[in-house]
């Protein structure tokens, strides 16, 4: 096994933690940037659009960057659950299918859509400067399953964390070029392809 130990990326902050307060606010902070992309939603708007007053919001939030950042790690953690989900198969296999899987339904998700139509470069730092929380939880399933792999045979043995950021690398490419008409239009064949080559390079 490889003696390297790759650290995952821990340079951003984690978003505030969730009270059940928080769901009706981040509804309201989707729904305004549904309407008018990141850049033009404000606290007030969403304070508007949840019924409280803009002091409720700032008691939970310091300043709209961290609602935002808090509605993004919401709304993209639930596409973990398909990358996560136990369909059967060995690891590998789980984790293969579960990539394609997520790549489809992060790269089909409303606010993420919204976000490459309107506000596309406040994507760029988690592109080329930083991980976000989302993308540090993906690193953290992604080094889950492999480790399991690796234990029952099915994965190559090399350090869990080094494949988990290769194989996030690897899927960012394809997310982030969704909205282009060549991988539109052949999305889901991309994905299978993506698939095999998961299952391939992850082999004993």
Do not use: W
Not at 32 to 50: F, Q, W
């Amino acid at each position: 096994m490889s003696q390297r130990h790759a650290q995952l990326p821990q340079n951003s902050p984690a978003p505030p933690a969730l009270d059940p307060a928080d769901g009706a606010l981040l509804d309201a902070a989707r729904a305004c940037v549904m309407a008018v992309g990141m850049k033009r939603t404000t606290l007030t708007d969403v304070a508007r659009r949840a019924g409280v007053s803009r002091m409720t919001v700032y008691r939970r939030f310091p300043d709209v960057e961290a609602l935002l950042q808090a509605l993004m790690t919401r709304e993209f953690l639930s596409v973990l659950g398909d990358v996560v989900r136990t369909d059967g198969g060995n690891a590998r296999e789980r984790l293969a299918r579960g990539a394609g899987r997520g790549v489809m339904a992060l790269s089909e998700h409303p606010l993420f859509n919204r976000l490459m139509d309107v506000d596309p470069e406040l994507l760029l730092p988690y592109a080329f400067h930083r991980y976000g929380a989302f993308q540090r939880a993906v690193l953290s399933a992604f080094g889950g399953i492999i480790r399991q792999g690796i234990a029952e045979g099915s994965i190559r043995e090399e350090d869990p964390e080094l494949l988990a950021v290769a194989l996030e690398l690897m899927l960012r490419g394809p997310v982030l070029a969704a909205r282009t008409e060549e991988v539109t239009a052949e999305r889901e064949a991309i994905c299978a392809q993506l698939v095999a080559l998961i299952d391939g390079g992850l082999k004993p």
